[in-house]
């Protein structure tokens, strides 16, 4: 007969292997809690409104959890959200074709995350300190572009923003009252797919974990971590870009202001699915887990009638109550 000491520690041990454990058991609980306290929890235009939500800081927090993973982290993202909204929105006014004119503004993403790569790398500078630096260095980019001002598009809206944004009329059509179904889902699941896959299964997702793991170790075995580092730096940057544009394809306008203190949610989002600020541990699936469960937490809290700032405080205390969990749980390995 084993002792309940031997049996939590081999139950620890087991729950080790899983970092999304902690996100998917809070996932559950809360879903559970709201299930009984709000109303209209279970109502299509309820689910559909924190799925849509969700979707957009979802791929950046999917490029955001690659890069945690890699050992770095990216405090721009928010901000590079601004730059790239802008500069689709002003090329477009522009009269550059909607296409073209994506096809730019992921290029000055890509280019941004490229370039907090570049600094980080080459002035062995902290990413957290690099980083901060150039948030406020592309929040005043986009400040300059922009005027100070929104940016609207005016014309009638193309084929592309439906593409990227639309709404999923024939799903949100069979739900009674209307549901709130975007394809910024699709596109958000397709993306996590892709990537989960990537560091699952192929040799730079390996160099990735080695990189965050023990970079010191993993370039004596030959993985060229500043080539790694860059690309999940660009790869975050190209992300970002990609859920502004499809963002925008859906309000059409944008302020100064617009991604503010989402680089503080993408992180709490990892932390809370598993991926651990030291690097090499963690997945996309539970980094996915941690930003549906941030948004279900909002969206509960408003059915209850909550104020936004008690969402902040739970999304806090589950913040630190995840982590502690992680690091304990990690301490078993």
């Known amino acids: 007969m084993q ?40 109502t299509p235009i309820a689910i559909s409104n924190i799925l849509s939500f969700a979707s957009i800081l979802g791929i950046i927090v999917v ?16 901000s590079t959200f601004a730059v790239t909204s802008f500069a689709f929105a002003l090329t477009m006014n522009a009269g550059v074709p ?43 980019i986009a400040r300059a572009i922009g005027g100070g ?53 192929t040799r730079f997702g390996n160099w990735v974990f080695a990189t965050g793991g023990n970079p010191g170790a993993a370039l004596a075995q030959g993985v060229p971590v500043k080539q790694v580092k860059l690309t999940t ?25 617009r991604g503010e203190g989402w680089e503080l949610s993408a992180v ?7 991926v651990q600020l030291a690097g090499g541990v963690g997945t996309i699936f539970g980094a996915t887990v941690g930003i549906l469960l941030l948004q279900m937490l909002e969206q509960g809290l408003v059915l209850m009638g909550v104020s936004v700032q008690i969402f902040r405080a739970v999304a806090g205390l589950i913040l630190m109550l995840s982590a502690i969990l992680n690091t304990y749980l990690g301490q078993a390995e």
């Open 63 to 78: 490029g955001v959890a690659m890069l945690m993973i890699a050992g770095e982290f990216d405090l721009s993202i928010g």
């Open 233 to 257: 730096f660009t790869l975050t940057g190209l992300l970002t870009g990609l859920a502004s544009v499809m963002q925008f394809a859906h309000r059409t306008s944008v302020d100064p202001l």
């Open 268 to 274: 709490a989002a990892c932390v809370i699915g598993g």
């Open 98 to 140: 909607p296409l073209p004119a994506m096809l730019l503004a992921l290029l000055i993403s890509a280019v941004l995350g490229a370039l907090n790569g570049a600094i980080v790398i080459w002035s062995g500078i902290p990413s957290f300190i690099a980083t901060l630096g150039t948030m406020l260095a592309y929040r005043g």
């Open 3 to 42: 002792s309940p000491t031997v049996t939590l520690t081999r139950f620890r041990h087991r729950l080790a292997d899983f970092p999304e454990a902690v996100a998917l058991v809070s996932f559950l609980i809360v879903a559970l809690v709201f299930c009984f306290a709000a109303e209209h929890f279970l």
């Open 149 to 201: 001002d929104f940016a609207k598009y005016v014309e009638s809206e193309p084929l592309l923003f439906d593409v990227l944004n639309g709404p999923v009329s024939f799903l949100n059509r069979l739900c009674q009252p209307a549901g709130n179904f975007r394809v910024s889902i699709l596109w958000f699941v397709l993306i996590a797919v892709v990537i989960a896959l990537v560091l699952m299964r």
